[in-house]
């Protein structure tokens, strides 16, 4: 059976801090790999997806980044935090094809920069 | 304007009873999702459809891209069931856009 893992569980950031959050899927090769985030009542907006490592395309800029070290690893990251920066992160991944499959999410990181 | 609209924003249902969420879509749709968010944030994917309809114990939930909506519909709800509900639409280029939420409440 696939699980997936995200860490950390929760944050509190300084602005300007740097950040990198982290997911992992066990249990499945060469998934589809997706960051979502949520503002606190919001829906949920796909920030960057991966078919392959190496490989991440940005779907939304919010001064993130994303990267695939490995099959299955997706590590989301910036270099100094925004207030904006605060909510929920998702991960999720997918078989098939690209946001053409179920989706399944990690439990999340929620993220509060101060 | 929005390509997927859901509705209601909110809910309200006594134990053992039912109703019907919905989304409309202003776009053609390859296929739709459906989750359930609960209080700790966790995401549970209840229904991926590409057409038709598919029923899974107290749920049930139909996809219509002729007509460019899907309901969810519960019945005999539970306290379990208290969360919030969205619907994930997969447009013509294969970008995923969700609705905003209908957030689910049952009482006793």
């Known amino acids: 059976a696939q699980t997936i893992h995200q860490w950390p569980v929760a944050e509190i950031k300084a602005v300007g801090s740097p950040l990198s959050l982290g997911c992992t899927i066990k249990g499945k090769s060469s998934p589809n790999l997706y960051w979502y985030w949520q503002a606190t009542g919001g829906t949920l907006q796909q920030l960057f997806y991966s078919i392959t490592v190496g490989q991440v395309e940005s779907v939304v800029q919010l001064n993130l980044s994303a990267s695939r070290p490995k099959d299955d690893q997706f590590i989301l990251s910036t270099e100094k935090l925004l207030l904006s920066h605060s909510g929920f992160y998702l991960c999720?991944?997918?078989?098939?094809?690209?946001?053409?499959?179920?989706?399944?999410f990690g439990p999340g990181t929620r993220l509060l920069v101060l | 304007g929005d390509q997927v609209e859901q509705s209601p924003s909110a809910l309200s249902l006594h134990e053992g009873t039912g109703s019907a969420l919905r989304c409309n879509f202003t776009t053609t749709m390859r296929a739709v999702q459906w989750f359930q968010q609960n209080s700790r944030g966790s995401l549970i994917n209840l229904f991926y459809?590409?057409?038709?309809?598919k029923e899974n114990g107290r749920l049930k939930s139909t996809f219509n891209s002729k007509e460019s909506y899907s309901t969810l519909h519960i019945r005999d709800a539970q306290l379990e069931d208290s969360g919030t509900y969205f619907c994930a639409a997969e447009d013509s280029n294969y970008q995923l856009i969700w609705g905003s939420g209908t957030k689910l409440i049952i009482k006793p």
């Open positions: 999720a991944w997918s078989g098939l094809g690209l946001n053409q499959d179920t989706q399944y």
């Open positions: 459809l590409a057409s038709g309809t």
